[in-house]
């Protein structure tokens, strides 16, 4: 007897054929992006949520990114200094259960020399605090930074007497040895009354401390000689420290290697609010934001790049006459929209 072959039939055998399983949905991702090689300045990042406090080591920048992906949790990502796809972004853990409301605030990363460690500030607090409950410096194998091998609360009396609640700009000084900055962290209303006021942060500078590493936690905490009410650091190539502080925030200073305080080298046309070195050249951010400038020391010559969204931080990258840049996306002030990260280059 044979059969007859129906339309249906037909139609039925060709969807069993296209709809094999292990062929439908299989999808690779899209491929790496490598570097794109334009002019600079370039933009980095095109985070639509918040990228902020870069460093860079060797050629690779760490920063903290707020993307949206993990709630109001911050994350450490690390991308190529001439851009390109993210190398890799790394989160805290996720609660243990439903009672953790807390919020993890990964900031200030920095890696090691070797690239095998990462330092950097782990903040928690709830998600309708004003401040962080807790802050702490922590280093970590760099690619597993959930899991601290050092836990260093950053609430803390310094040797002269003075409580430091906060700390910024972390950088290695070697295996064992972390300098930053210290301060004390001062949070006020600056907006309007009722629910929509808006909360600001003040850091009171204190000074730069070196922290030594300890197995466990534990670190000892010293002073910097010379360099009380620094606000704004950054290592010389050939050794030493530029320093600007507080009491004239213009003037640049010069902290030699072993020296019990710094001397004056010039002065930059404004306040500074960070520092960076490129090649021996002190490089400035002004407190407006949008100049940056930098002073040939040998022959006083000034030169400055003005940009049109406010700058925040800068950093070199090391070997190079280029610095990357955390770049706010709006100039407004009171604005939450956040920032990118931008590739800059001196002449």
């Given at each position: 007897m044979r059969l007859a072959v129906t339309p249906f039939l037909i139609v039925l055998a060709l969807c069993s054929a296209a709809c094999r399983h292990e062929a439908s949905f299989s999808w690779a991702g899209p491929d790496t992006v490598g570097p794109f090689p334009g002019p600079t300045p370039r933009r980095l990042t095109f985070n639509p949520g918040d990228d902020r406090t870069p460093s860079v080591t060797g050629d690779l920048v760490v920063f903290s990114r707020l993307d949206g992906f993990h709630g109001r949790?911050?994350?450490?990502?690390?991308l190529a200094a001439a851009g390109g796809t993210l190398h890799r972004t790394m989160c805290p853990l996720p609660p243990v259960s439903p009672a953790d409301t807390f919020v993890d605030t990964w900031v200030e990363p920095v890696?090691?020399?070797?690239?095998?460690?990462?330092?950097?500030?782990?903040q928690e607090g709830s998600p309708a605090g004003y401040y962080t409950w807790t802050r702490y410096l922590v280093v970590a194998p760099a690619t597993d930074p959930a899991h601290p091998t050092f836990r260093w609360q950053s609430w803390y009396v310094l040797p002269d007497g003075r409580t430091a609640t906060a700390l910024s700009k972390p950088m290695w000084l070697g295996p064992t040895t972390i300098r930053f900055l210290a301060s004390y962290e001062r949070v006020f209303k600056v907006k309007g009354g009722g629910a929509e006021r808006l909360t600001d942060t003040l850091m009171d500078a204190y000074t730069l401390v070196d922290l030594e590493l300890a197995s466990g936690g534990g670190g000892a905490v010293g002073i910097v000689r010379g360099a009380d009410s620094t606000i704004a650091y950054?290592?010389?190539?050939?050794?030493?420290?530029?320093?600007v502080k507080s009491s004239d925030s213009t003037r640049l200073l010069?902290?030699?290697p072993g020296a019990d305080s710094a001397v004056?080298?010039?002065s930059f046309s404004g306040p500074v609010v960070d520092l960076t070195d490129v090649e021996?050249?002190?490089v400035a951010l002004l407190s407006s934001g949008t100049t940056v400038e930098w002073i040939d020391v040998p022959t006083g010559v000034v030169s400055r790049l003005s940009i049109e969204m406010p700058l925040r931080r800068i950093a070199v990258v090391p070997g190079t006459r280029r610095f990357v840049a955390e770049v706010e996306n709006t100039a407004d002030p009171l604005a939450s929209i956040g920032a990118n990260l931008w590739l800059f280059s001196l002449p």
């Amino acid at each position: 007897m044979r059969l007859a072959v129906t339309p249906f039939l037909i139609v039925l055998a060709l969807c069993s054929a296209a709809c094999r399983h292990e062929a439908s949905f299989s999808w690779a991702g899209p491929d790496t992006v490598g570097p794109f090689p334009g002019p600079t300045p370039r933009r980095l990042t095109f985070n639509p949520g918040d990228d902020r406090t870069p460093s860079v080591t060797g050629d690779l920048v760490v920063f903290s990114r707020l993307d949206g992906f993990h709630g109001r949790e911050r994350c450490i990502a690390l991308l190529a200094a001439a851009g390109g796809t993210l190398h890799r972004t790394m989160c805290p853990l996720p609660p243990v259960s439903p009672a953790d409301t807390f919020v993890d605030t990964w900031v200030e990363p920095v890696l090691s020399p070797d690239g095998r460690q990462i330092a950097f500030v782990w903040q928690e607090g709830s998600p309708a605090g004003y401040y962080t409950w807790t802050r702490y410096l922590v280093v970590a194998p760099a690619t597993d930074p959930a899991h601290p091998t050092f836990r260093w609360q950053s609430w803390y009396v310094l040797p002269d007497g003075r409580t430091a609640t906060a700390l910024s700009k972390p950088m290695w000084l070697g295996p064992t040895t972390i300098r930053f900055l210290a301060s004390y962290e001062r949070v006020f209303k600056v907006k309007g009354g009722g629910a929509e006021r808006l909360t600001d942060t003040l850091m009171d500078a204190y000074t730069l401390v070196d922290l030594e590493l300890a197995s466990g936690g534990g670190g000892a905490v010293g002073i910097v000689r010379g360099a009380d009410s620094t606000i704004a650091y950054a290592a010389v190539a050939s050794g030493g420290f530029w320093l600007v502080k507080s009491s004239d925030s213009t003037r640049l200073l010069f902290l030699a290697p072993g020296a019990d305080s710094a001397v004056t080298v010039t002065s930059f046309s404004g306040p500074v609010v960070d520092l960076t070195d490129v090649e021996g050249v002190p490089v400035a951010l002004l407190s407006s934001g949008t100049t940056v400038e930098w002073i040939d020391v040998p022959t006083g010559v000034v030169s400055r790049l003005s940009i049109e969204m406010p700058l925040r931080r800068i950093a070199v990258v090391p070997g190079t006459r280029r610095f990357v840049a955390e770049v706010e996306n709006t100039a407004d002030p009171l604005a939450s929209i956040g920032a990118n990260l931008w590739l800059f280059s001196l002449p």
